[in-house]
């Protein structure tokens, strides 16, 4: 059990302690320890070299490594950080935390919440302290906890009060900062104006003045802390210097943790949060890389923030945690969503497993990692660039539009199978590929699978089914079939699906009636057979490794190997599943298949259901490959929610509000709407937001478009519609489509 200094004094509260802090005995609330006046001027700090001049190029070396292997998945060698009875690091297991959403100042509720989380199985709770009163209630939970037989350790969720982060360490075993607004305020986008680097150094003065007493308590105490950047709350003087970027989420955490190294402090984590998967996987390579460089080795706890709720908060943080995982990068994992905090433990939990799974420590891991082929990873995780693959485009002689069996913006394709067609299933086949319809016939929407994949047809002999059929071809929705089934009974207009080896050997050439022809890969095709798809030039490539090999890894060897011979056909994600549930679905695909979005790699997915998965229903497959896109930052098919997960701050029902927002706006893709329960969740984490909706006053809340406030102080009542009327003002809005008649599929059946 941990000790926590003198209770009493503790319960003063802060005018007391203030007051008294001087003549405090040692070892008493408050004390500073007498290392704290060896350093008392900033000229002391041993600050990191400059990244802009290329001093920091000059003393360590360019950027090489950013995770242990690339080759095989291993774990990040780290340090241990101690937080209590738990501990950070490579050499233990990965911590699963959470957030309370209590009110933390109402001691008994939110106690009961953390003593549910950890009943759940989470590992450590944070909790929000705004002020005084939540650091003094923090003292009674944390007590009242360990009288309860609860030792699981808890974290002060600090912003704005560098003095109550000092004292809320008495009671609780880690504290979170956000170097964003620990010294620099509330949110701010004015621009500062730096002639030179010496300007923006010399306002450090203010981060060493605000953190040293911090760093000195917890020194003293034995308490951890998490240096947390988020990507929407970087301080105005790190946005008019770097930039809304990843490197100025490292450059600004990097400074903090200057002052906790030169103060003889190490007890530390860092994190690099973003609400954005591209913009989070790619600031915390950034980190690791520059902590190889430079020879550090913190643990990195692992967020997406503000991913939402449901299946899409769900994607999204496998997408950004999944990935990093899979570089053998975390130590320490959050998953954030707008729902109760006991609801984080499955994904979280999850995304855990997984990881472990997939560690060359397991034998099976590392035979299938050993297997893949030797290739060179160049990629570059310094920067940002997406391939695009080929589209199709019309040629002479076409009879069908092909221009849109393919999608510009990331593909989706999905499996059916010939009894989806039969008898009257046509018309909901159409509705679960995502067709609009008119008179029984389909049409392509928003979100309607752009190809179909069939491993087997219904014979020519079924008129109905085969009509089906062509009525999407008819509408550009590509059908690709085995080359094999195509020959033994053609289907006009028809893509044939060849493994490699097929192609080549046919030299392209098409089966009867087909127009186009694709090319299957497992992975354990040769650099060299690999290098005639060029010129080939199939309508595209469907990706699909063999289960002997490393997803991971077997894909990007395709990916280096295309690269190296300037191939630029289309590569589709080829996923097979046997899992009947949407949201561990959502957690495989966004971590196997998001691990190559986020680098670029990859123009579409298909996902094919097997075993238990085949009761999922089509419909909900393509929905979950179109969220896929979408929290790769390609495709928007739907509004795009930035929420936040709630906290003590929030000062609305987040869960309700946010769903009665979704269901009023869900129906504006390309439009990005915040929902923030609190002035510390906005405006900065939705800085990159259409419109935000954030909570100031309880009962009230501000209205944004882009970064501007634009409507103060509205009741929540009156908030949604004051929402839409706003997204009306700036041409943004659409009415919803009304529901289709129903006796339009009657009419069509005689078509």
Not at 27 to 49: A, H, N, Q, V, Y
Not at 54 to 77: H, M, Q, S, W
Not at 526 to 551: F, N, Q, R, T, Y
Request: proline share 4%; net charge negative.
């Amino acid at each position: 059990m941990v000790s926590f200094g003198s209770l009493t004094v503790a319960l003063l509260g802060f005018h007391a302690f203030e007051q008294a802090h001087a003549f405090l005995p040692s070892g008493t609330f408050g004390t500073r320890s007498s290392s704290s006046l060896s350093m008392s001027t900033l000229s002391d700090i041993k600050w990191t070299p400059s990244i802009k001049t290329g001093e920091r190029d000059e003393v360590f070396g360019p950027i090489e490594d950013y995770c242990a292997n690339l080759y095989e998945v291993t774990r990040r060698k780290t340090r241990t950080v101690n937080c209590g009875p738990v501990k950070f690091g490579s050499e233990h297991p990965i911590v699963r935390q959470t957030m309370a959403t209590t009110d933390t100042a109402d001691v008994e509720a939110t106690m009961e919440q953390v003593m549910r989380c950890a009943d759940k199985g989470f590992d450590l709770v944070r909790i929000t302290v705004q002020g005084k009163r939540e650091a003094n209630a923090c003292l009674k939970i944390r007590e009242g906890l360990f009288k309860k037989g609860y030792d699981i350790p808890l974290c002060a969720d600090m912003h704005f009060q560098p003095k109550v982060a000092i004292a809320v360490a008495e009671a609780v075993e880690k504290i979170r900062i956000n170097p964003g607004n620990f010294v620099d305020g509330r949110k701010s986008f004015e621009e500062k104006i730096y002639e030179t680097e010496e300007d923006y150094f010399s306002e450090r003065q203010f981060l060493y003045e605000a953190l040293e007493p911090l760093v000195q308590k917890c020194k003293e105490l034995d308490r951890c802390m998490r240096i947390g950047t988020n990507h929407g709350s970087l301080s105005a003087r790190v946005l008019s210097y770097y930039g809304d970027t990843p490197r100025g989420m490292v450059e600004s955490a990097l400074e903090f943790a200057d002052i906790c190294r030169s103060l003889d402090y190490n007890n530390f984590v860092f994190s690099m949060k973003a609400s954005n998967p591209l913009v989070m996987v790619q600031s915390y390579r950034l980190l690791a890389a520059e902590q190889y460089r430079m020879g550090w080795d913190y643990p990195l706890h692992l967020g997406v923030t503000e991913a939402g709720e449901g299946e899409d908060g769900r994607m999204k943080s496998a997408i950004g945690i999944g990935t990093l995982l899979a570089d053998g990068l975390g130590d320490t994992v959050r998953v954030s969503l707008t729902e109760d905090p006991e609801f984080e433990y499955e994904p979280c939990n999850r995304l855990s497993e997984i990881a472990t799974s997939r560690l060359a420590t397991n034998e099976d891991a590392k035979k299938r990692q050993a297997a893949v082929t030797p290739y060179v990873d160049t990629r570059d995780i310094t920067s940002f660039a997406r391939r695009s693959g080929d589209l199709p485009t019309q040629e002479e002689g076409d009879v069908i539009d092909v221009r849109g069996f393919l999608n510009r913006d990331g593909s989706v394709l999905s499996t059916v199978k010939p009894e989806m067609l039969s008898g009257d299933n046509a018309q909901y086949l159409y509705q679960e590929l995502g067709c609009k319809t008119a008179v029984g016939m389909p049409f392509k929407d928003i979100a309607t699978s752009d190809s179909i994949f069939m491993r087997s047809l219904p014979p020519s002999s079924d008129t109905a089914a085969r009509t089906a059929i062509r009525r999407l071809i008819e509408v550009s929705v590509g059908v690709i079939v085995p080359v094999e089934e195509l020959e033994k009974d053609p289907l006009p207009n028809a893509v044939a699906l060849m493994t490699l080896e097929q192609a080549s050997a046919k030299n392209g050439e098409l089966p009867e009636g087909a127009i186009r022809f694709a090319v299957s890969l497992d992975g354990t095709e040769s650099e060299e057979d690999l290098a005639k798809i060029k010129d080939l030039s199939p309508m595209a490539v469907l990706l699909c490794p063999d289960s002997g090999l490393s997803h991971l890894h077997a894909s990007r060897r395709v990916f280096e190997i295309f690269k190296k011979n300037e191939i630029t056909t289309a590569v589709i994600h080829h996923f097979i599943t046997d899992t009947n549930d949407t949201n561990e679905l959502a957690l495989q695909m966004g971590t196997k298949i998001g691990a190559h979005l986020t680098d670029g790699n990859g123009d579409g997915v298909l996902v094919e259901a097997v075993g238990d998965a085949e009761s999922l229903s089509l419909d909900d497959l393509r929905r979950t490959s179109f969220g896929l896109l979408q929290g790769s930052r390609m495709r928007s098919t739907k509004t795009e929610f930035v929420s936040c997960p709630s906290c003590g701050r929030t000062l609305f029902d987040l869960q309700e509000t946010t769903a009665g927002i979704q269901k009023a706006t869900g129906h504006l893709p390309g439009v990005t709407i915040a929902v923030m329960g609190c002035i510390v969740n906005g405006p900065g984490e939705m800085a990159d937001a259409d419109f935000g909706y954030v909570g100031t006053i309880p009962g009230k809340v501000d209205l944004y478009y882009g970064k501007e406030v634009v409507r103060k102080s509205v009741p929540n009542e009156e908030a949604v519609d004051s929402l839409i009327d706003l997204i009306k003002e700036y041409d943004m809005w659409e009415d919803p489509e009304e529901e289709e008649v129903e006796e339009e599929s009657e009419v069509a059946a005689s078509a």
